[in-house]
């Protein structure tokens, strides 16, 4: 079914976020001309039926992004708008009672909200005003909106609770597989490169991958290590914690790289054996789908895993790494051990992550779902 325009608005993430730009915008757009308007960076684009509008307004505050996204809106007059925050959802809402025509918001929600970065540098009491104040915003986006984009289980199951009768639909991160190929791995015992992608923070488990590879050093010292580091750093703090790791790692080869494209990042995991997530296991994290694991999957990557109830719940990866306590170096070092001295089993391991991606987790899978639910909307 055709509808007109469909719209995607956004406040925090990039316009050519992969969830919205490479999966559901472009999905999208075999039979619907789209526009995605962010105020997160300044572009101007148009690929196909797919128009890219931003503007950055980071520094602006609440009401100037609520004025360009329904002047923007004015623009392309759309009749569904899927948000990806509560503020794109009152944006949006205030779009749609001047609007002449018939709009349907849907509240894409793939974040906790409010959530511990929402909160950084707060007091105690502080953080509870703040936290009940943006808990109150984002339940009135739920009020607001005509149904529900999960990215999660966890993340959907209050609005599931409170709005029982309001429409939604789950739709995972899985990949695109035509954008992640798929090698044959060729693993080399005497020499193993390490990778850790994504935010860089103690929180985040960067820390802890170090430890586990000045471990693994200790405990075979005529091992060729390498840490492929591909993230970023929010703050001077990170940045000092970071640089200290790598100034103190004096036996082990280093290299960083900064954020990627989305069509970058695959090729960019080409030439790392194992893969690691080793965030706290607290409230929040253990809630959180590291979305991660199914790229790499995808890419034939054998992983070793904070074991986070969010995502045990979604995918077995003891089909193809490790489930650990984060900070069990000596654990992880010897699972790293056991793939050197087996490669039969890293090899079993990589085949087997490709597999499930190709069979279990990809878009593919799940596109009819997402496109089903646009389309029971618009009727």
Not at 133 to 147: D, Q, Y
Request: charge should be positive; proline fraction near 4%.
């Amino acid at each position: 079914m055709e509808s007109g325009t469909i719209a995607f608005l956004t406040t925090s993430h990039s316009p050519f976020d992969d969830r919205i730009y490479f999966h559901q915008a472009r999905s999208l757009a075999k039979k619907n001309k789209v526009v995605i308007i962010a105020s997160t960076e300044n572009v101007e684009k148009v690929d196909g039926n797919i128009t890219v509008s931003g503007s950055d307004m980071y520094s602006e505050c609440k009401k100037k992004k609520i004025e360009y996204f329904v002047e923007s809106l004015k623009l392309f007059n759309p009749q569904i708008i899927i948000c990806s925050e509560p503020l794109s959802v009152y944006a949006a809402s205030k779009f749609k009672k001047m609007s002449q025509g018939h709009v349907k918001i849907i509240y894409d929600i793939t974040e906790w909200y409010p959530s511990k970065k929402n909160l950084e540098g707060l007091s105690f009491l502080q953080s509870i005003v703040a936290f009940l104040k943006l808990l109150v915003f984002n339940l009135f986006a739920g009020v607001l909106c005509h149904g529900f984009i999960f990215g999660e289980y966890y993340k959907g199951l209050p609005f599931r609770i409170l709005f029982p009768f309001k429409k939604w639909t789950l739709v995972n991160y899985f990949p695109d597989l035509s954008y992640v190929p798929y090698l044959e791995p060729i693993f080399k015992p005497d020499r193993i490169c390490l990778g850790y992608t994504g935010k860089i923070s103690v929180e985040k488990g960067i820390k802890n991958f170090f430890k586990v590879a000045e471990t693994l050093k200790n405990n075979k010292p005529e091992l060729n290590i390498k840490l492929k580091i591909i993230g970023w750093y929010l703050n001077e703090h990170e940045k000092t914690v970071f640089e200290q790791l790598c100034h103190d790692a004096k036996d082990l080869e280093i290299e960083w790289h900064g954020k990627q494209s989305f069509e970058e990042f695959p090729k960019m995991l080409s030439d790392i054996d194992i893969l690691f997530d080793l965030r706290k296991i607290d409230l929040e994290n253990n809630h959180c789908l590291a979305i991660k694991v199914f790229y790499y999957a995808a890419c034939g990557k054998p992983v070793i895993y904070s074991d986070l109830k969010a995502i045990k719940r979604e995918i077995d990866v003891s089909n193809f790494g490790y489930f650990v306590k984060p900070t069990d170096y000596n654990i992880m070092a010897d699972y790293i051990v056991k793939y050197i001295t087996d490669p039969g089993l890293y090899i079993q391991h990589s085949r087997e992550a490709r597999r499930l991606a190709e069979t279990n987790y990809n878009w593919g899978i799940i596109e009819p779902r997402f496109l089903d639910f646009i389309n029971m909307l618009q009727a």
